[in-house]
């Protein structure tokens, strides 16, 4: 049987990765490599700001056309997107636009959520709120253990899309119309999954999407980008918040608190400019190979990690179900950084977490590329370095 093939020119998009020369990335789950056109991006803006001196006004249009790009990943608008420097931000600040001071103080969160997230609804127990937990079955989240959690008292259901450490999808769709059955919002941390897989809000219904850039779409460290609900938007009235929240941040009014139109009143203050030239192109790449396509190639090479995993004896974390995973597959291991360390001096970089070593290819990796890492990791955890 011949070979299969992504459904794109995988080796024109290789040449735009030179760090392929030397390596082969599988930490996409964790910081994705610098491409040819995220480079130049970061060298237009150094450009302008060399050239110019300032350039707010192209400083900012880049910052809109980032939204921009974000906006087609998850099937919104443009002026649905707020941006940030960071997801726990992000979450700050629709966790700052809730009251828990009434009847509905409940915040459901799944047990699979970045601590980041449980942080940020632990800290709004200071105002009123109960966070409740979803319990994880071996790596996984059975959709109707949601079902019993959410009740009357249920104000804010958090979900992530994807499990940050195997992988795991969750059906949002299906946590939307029960939280919203219960009048109960829906925050999901979409991090792990834009890149890797079709997202679309409009599909899911979900009222609140954040996710950065580092991962698989291909940016870098401090920009995160939040989704807001049209539909609400303009009822919340985010504490977090600065001038670029307000109606007209150029009024320079002090002691005038508005809060815009639109979800750019989450917005806070001065956006990461440089970080949304690198985003933006890392996106518009993404976009330009297809999500659907990546997310074909993803499942092939996933596939050849489980069966390839199982093969060598290795123990995987979570689903082995290619159809309900992105591609990032974890093994548990007994020192994770030390295999960590181990496989970066043999030339492959996968992500330490915790209890599991995670290979987390994306659209440039082959089939040989899978072969090598699960061959290395066979052979360090047989020397007893696991
Ligand atoms: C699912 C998920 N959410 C959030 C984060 C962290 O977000 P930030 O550092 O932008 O707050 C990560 C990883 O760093 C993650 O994997």
Not at 100 to 107: A, P
Not at 137 to 166: E, F, P, Q, R, W
């Amino acid at each position: 049987m011949p070979m299969p093939e992504p459904g794109y020119d995988i080796d024109a998009w290789r040449r735009r990765i030179p760090l392929l020369a030397s390596c082969i990335p599988f930490n996409n789950c964790s910081q994705s490599p610098q491409t040819d056109l995220t480079r130049a991006a970061a060298d237009r803006y150094l450009e302008s700001w060399n050239r110019t001196g300032m350039d707010w006004d192209a400083w900012m249009e880049e910052v809109r056309l980032a939204k921009v790009a974000f906006a087609r990943l998850i099937g919104a608008a443009p002026d649905e997107v707020a941006v940030f420097s960071s997801v726990s931000e992000a979450t700050s600040a629709v966790a700052s636009a809730l009251d828990f001071t009434g009847r509905k103080r409940g915040v459901v969160a799944s047990e699979m959520e970045f601590p980041t997230s449980g942080h940020v609804w632990l800290a709004q127990e200071r105002r009123g709120a109960r966070v409740s937990w979803v319990a994880t079955d071996d790596g996984m989240i059975d959709g109707a253990a949601y079902d019993a959690a959410i009740g009357d008292d249920t104000a804010l259901v958090a979900a992530c899309s994807a499990h940050y450490l195997n992988g795991f999808i969750q059906d949002i769709g299906r946590i939307v119309a029960r939280a919203h059955d219960a009048d109960a919002l829906v925050f999901t941390d979409a991090y792990q999954a834009l890149g890797a897989i079709p997202v679309n809000v409009r599909e899911s219904g979900v009222d609140f999407l954040a996710s950065g850039n580092l991962k698989y779409l291909m940016g870098v460290p401090g920009i995160a980008f939040l989704y807001v609900r049209p539909e609400i938007t303009n009822t919340l009235h985010p504490t977090v918040t600065g001038w670029f929240g307000r109606a007209n941040p150029f009024a320079f009014d002090a002691k005038r608190l508005d809060w815009s139109t639109g979800a750019s009143r989450f917005d806070c203050g001065t956006p990461p400019v440089m970080n949304a030239y690198i985003a933006r192109a890392g996106m518009e790449m993404l976009l330009a190979i297809g999500i659907e396509k990546i997310r074909e190639w993803h499942q092939v090479l996933s596939r050849r990690l489980c069966e390839g995993g199982r093969e060598r004896g290795l123990t995987q974390h979570g689903t082995s179900d290619p159809a309900r995973k992105t591609a990032n597959t974890a093994f548990v291991v007994t020192d994770s950084h030390a295999i960590e360390h181990a496989m970066r001096a043999r030339g492959i970089l996968p992500s330490a977490r915790g209890p599991v070593i995670r290979l987390a290819p994306h659209f440039y990796n082959t089939i040989a590329d899978v072969d090598t890492a699960l061959d290395v990791l066979a052979e360090l955890t047989r020397d007893g370095r696991a």
